[in-house]
């Protein structure tokens, strides 16, 4: 799957990884109401172009999920500044 690499030189090489860095970086500093979307742009830096196969869970158990995230931000980041606006204020 990574074949591709393989022919990259060294220019190249850094050149990806500072790609997939930018990504990454760009996911880990999603803040608000970004926290909570699906994310193709991060999956689009991969080489292989495939349409993710994602299912999704009814509404219900959708909305428990985003609870039990919400609840495991309280915990893993107490201390983050609030965003209370509403989505896409």
Not at 3 to 12: K, S
């Amino acid at each position: 799957m990574d074949d591709d690499l393989e022919i990259f030189d060294r220019d190249a090489l850094i050149a990806e990884v500072k790609k997939l860095r930018a990504g990454i970086r760009e996911h880990r500093d999603s803040t608000g109401h970004k926290l909570c979307w699906h994310h193709p742009d991060l999956w689009d830096l991969l080489p292989e172009k495939t349409e993710p196969a994602i299912a999704v869970p009814p509404w219900p158990k959708f909305m428990r999920g985003c609870i039990r995230y919400r609840q495991s931000l309280d915990r893993q980041a107490p201390g983050a500044p609030v965003y209370d606006k509403e989505f896409n204020e």
